[in-house]
């Protein structure tokens, strides 16, 4: 809360519900903007700013599945032989921004244009590369990045050896694969080292939603006594905002009756408020496959020491490099670029003209936007684990060839589970691979992969394919029958209460008002309306800079 003069019990001028990535990210705005409203942010999860394990960068992953993670998995997904997958969410001050992996990156810009030209006026990439720029300090970064806002980033200092070779592999071998070092300015076609959100000035720890916005009294005193109960109503004199992120968002507008009127119906919510059918609709996320390979390389055993005497060490996370690419830099010939398009149009074709399948359609024609994601990851991140204590290769070093699909044609859903709306966890449906092209894209990205790992000087950094292993997997119909074993995602749902025209299935309008109401707003990524190539937090510290500007131009 941010009051000269605290307001009745139980009453605030805006009470944001989630505080997560957007969600703290609104309320410092807004609490910088309006000095006299009260605001208050409802938070599930606690506030542990001195956690380790989530401020150590080397130390990232460590939190999913724990104490800090809401621990959600779909259900079982048909096309991927019936595997449930994991998707975890940060239950914790500063939502999933606290249990992320740190990559800082943007989408091209057409991508955000993309947003206007469905419907959405003022959403595009001038305006929200000024909000994502307002949200970030780049240390060192190319000129047009941020320079005062809160959250921190900058290229990590530490590069193992082995991880010298991949640009210069990409580059030599993938000419029209340039080094792109200016890849945050809406152009991000190339090979590079991203930033991560990693703050120099504040110990080389993560620079999260938490930690770079809360004024320090509040943050010294977390626990703000707040007791929500049944009895315990709290109003809003201005507005309520949807901060919950992309699965819980819609769920708490269908637990309070704002959804389609089918689902509500059949899950006994009464009174049912606004029929909404494109609530929990229109979910979409980045499908993930990987190739994974020993190296020569061995960890370092004195690393968190130098941790703790201020040196560099691996500790502070390494670098990772990326290539975001079209299709026509990653297939082989013409022939499979026109297959992948066909198939795309297919898949449009069958969605009955929905305005942001067709978008993605337009975007494979543009060669500015990504298609494909390689991640060039330390560590042995596939799904076969890491070789148990006792067998040959435990000990060694791995890294993994991560490939990601950046416009799966699939899409999902979210909504309460109708045995127990207000009890059980979300019931998500991604239904992931549920067509052709998805497919056939993830097959091309895994040959992508490999060929990359084969070419040098990067081969000569590896000894084994550890997996899926070279022996194993050979022809498409083998690659097609990993990607079914072993897809799983980045973690990026969005879209789940979409920013779009009401007719179109959107939730929102581009003020961010729900529909059929003046005083509730959802600002996360729920409201992404179609997918960007990007990893998506600087997008939603942007969605949140600019929602706060509407919200303190509306209040006046
Ligand atoms: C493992 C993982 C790795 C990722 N890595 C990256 C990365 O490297 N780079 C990147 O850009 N993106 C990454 N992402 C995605 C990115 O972190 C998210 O897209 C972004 O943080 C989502 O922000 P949000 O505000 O929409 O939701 P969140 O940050 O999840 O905020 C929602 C908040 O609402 C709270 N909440 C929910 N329901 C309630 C309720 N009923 N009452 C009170 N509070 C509630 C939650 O506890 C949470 O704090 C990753 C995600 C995951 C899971």
């Known amino acids: 809360a941010n009051s000269a003069k605290p307001p009745p019990t139980g009453e605030y001028y805006y009470i944001i519900v ?17 000095k006299e409203a009260s605001i208050l942010v409802i938070e599930a999860g606690p506030a542990t700013l001195d956690e380790d394990e989530i401020n150590v960068p080397g130390l990232k992953g460590s939190t999913l599945g724990g104490r800090y993670d809401w621990n959600f998995t779909t259900i079982p997904q048909i096309h991927l032989k019936n595997r449930t997958i994991f998707t975890p969410r940060g239950r914790v001050l500063g939502g999933t921004s606290a249990p992320n992996l740190l990559t800082w990156d943007r989408a091209s810009a057409a991508e955000y244009d993309s947003w206007e030209a469905i419907g959405n006026p003022g959403w ?18 190319p000129p047009g990045s941020g320079t005062s806002g809160p959250i921190q980033a900058v290229t990590n200092r530490v590069l193992p050896v082995h991880q010298e070779s991949f640009i210069a592999t990409v580059a030599r071998n993938f000419p029209s694969i340039p080094n792109d070092v200016d890849s945050l300015q809406g152009n991000p076609i190339g090979v590079m080292f991203q930033p991560e959100n990693i703050a120099p000035a504040a110990g080389y720890n993560r620079s999260y939603s938490a930690n770079a916005r809360l004024p320090p009294a509040r943050r010294t005193q977390p626990g703000l006594p707040v007791t929500l109960s049944d009895t315990t109503v709290l109003t809003a004199r201005r507005e309520i905002i949807l901060s919950a992120g992309a699965f819980q968002t819609p769920t708490l507008l269908e637990q309070s009756g704002i959804g389609s009127s089918s689902i509500l119906h059949a899950t006994g919510i009464t009174p049912q408020l606004i029929d909404l059918p494109g609530v929990g609709e229109n979910h979409q996320d980045h499908l993930r496959v990987q190739v994974v390979l020993n190296t020569k390389a061995t960890f370092a055993a004195e690393e968190w020491a130098k941790r703790v005497r201020g040196e560099p060490s691996f500790y502070d996370d390494t670098g990772a490099g990326y290539v975001f690419a079209d299709w026509k830099r990653v297939v082989s010939g013409g022939d499979d670029e026109k297959r992948l398009v066909e198939l795309a149009k297919g898949v449009v074709r069958d969605g009955k003209g929905d305005v942001g399948l067709k978008k993605k359609l337009d975007m494979l024609g543009d060669e500015t936007v990504p298609q494909a994601e390689v991640i060039f990851s330390d560590g042995c991140t596939g799904v076969k684990g890491y070789p148990p204590r006792g067998s040959p290769l435990y000990g060694k070093g791995f890294f993994a060839l991560i490939g990601a699909l950046m416009h799966p044609l699939s899409r999902g859903s979210v909504h309460v589970d109708p045995a127990d709306p207000y009890g059980k966890p979300p019931v998500i449906d991604p239904r992931f691979l549920d067509n052709e092209y998805d497919m056939a894209g993830l097959v091309e990205i895994l040959k992508f992969c490999r060929l990359i790992a084969r070419a040098e000087p990067l081969r000569s950094v590896w000894v ?58 959802v600002v996360d990524a729920s409201v992404i309306p179609v997918q960007i190539s990007a990893h998506p937090q600087t997008g939603v510290y942007g969605i949140a800079e600019r929602a706060a500007e509407i919200i303190i131009a509306a209040h006046h």
Do not use: C
């Open 124 to 141: 595009n990439w001038h305006t929200m590369a000024a909000a994502m720029e307002k949200a970030e300090t780049y240390v060192g970064g």
């Open 464 to 521: 084994d394919e550890y997996e899926p292993g070279e022996e194993l997997v050979q022809t498409d119909e083998q690659w097609t029958e990993y990607v079914r074993n072993t897809t799983l995602t980045i973690f990026h749902p969005m879209g789940t209460a979409a920013m779009l025209p009401r007719k179109d299935g959107g939730v929102v309008d581009s003020k961010l008002v729900v529909y059929g109401t003046t005083n509730l707003r």
């Open 18 to 34: 989630g505080g997560g990535t957007a969600g703290i990210a609104l309320a410092t705005r807004l609490g910088q903007g309006l």
